[in-house]
T-cell receptor
């Protein structure tokens, strides 16, 4: 099976702009979670989607949003970018039943200037 | 909400020695505890996990122990090798497959 894929891999944006990141889960996985990784804060949970519904949300401002499509692919959007949004954004997918381990994609490196 | 503390933040060992990383969690409802290894520039990779109904789990040179009463769990790596050098993260969640709350990570350096 192909692993979790994320596009784009690298992105440079200017403060105030918005950005959309995409995540394609492992085939058959219906849960997609998003995490922000920074040197200072480590790995922080953003939100989790299952069957097109947001099931959990972390402690991030409303500028961070996401959605999931019927094919389980997910997107996250960050509006009004700030310098502090520069980070590696990782998504992870997991299955159902006993296949509940989360597998990460390679991440999108976002730099805000 | 859940808080996961991880110690130590850095760990240096000689090849062949054992390494132990410890984590504590705050939410007594947490019942799933995975460990991830992240090499420089790469994605976190799941190396082992444990559920709350199990006290210990082993996979070759890696083992994880869980003490639910004390709310702490540990990763043990025996016979360390240079390729074990990486950042290791512990995590906890209330339900496997949902939000993972991560520790800050431990940078393990294995010198030959």
């Amino acid at each position: 099976k192909a692993g979790v894929t994320q596009t784009p891999r690298y992105l440079i944006k200017t403060r105030g702009q918005q950005v959309t990141l995409s995540c394609s889960p492992i085939s058959g996985h219906r849960s997609v979670s998003w995490y922000q990784q920074t040197p200072g804060q480590g790995l922080q949970f953003l939100f989790e989607y299952f069957s097109e519904t947001q099931r959990n949300k972390g402690n991030f401002p409303g500028r961070f949003s996401g959605r999931q499509f019927s094919n389980s692919r997910s997107e996250m959007n960050v509006s009004t970018l700030e310098l502090g949004d520069s980070a590696l954004y990782l998504c992870a997918s997991s299955g159902t039943g006993t296949a509940i381990e989360q597998y990460f994609g390679p991440g999108t490196r976002l730099t805000v200037t | 909400g859940e808080n996961v503390e991880q110690h130590p933040s850095t760990l240096s060992v000689q090849e062949g020695d054992s390494a132990v990383i410890k984590c504590t969690y705050s939410d007594s409802a947490s019942n799933y505890f995975p460990w991830y290894k992240q090499e420089l520039g790469k994605r976190p990779q799941l190396i082992i996990d444990i559920r709350s109904n199990v006290g210990e789990k082993k996979d070759q040179r890696i083992a994880v122990t869980l003490n639910k009463t004390a709310k702490h769990f540990s990763l043990h790596i025996t016979e360390t090798q240079p390729e074990d050098s990486a950042v290791y993260f512990c995590a906890a969640s209330r339900q496997a497959g949902t939000a993972l709350i991560f520790g800050k990570g431990t940078t393990l350096s294995v010198s030959s």
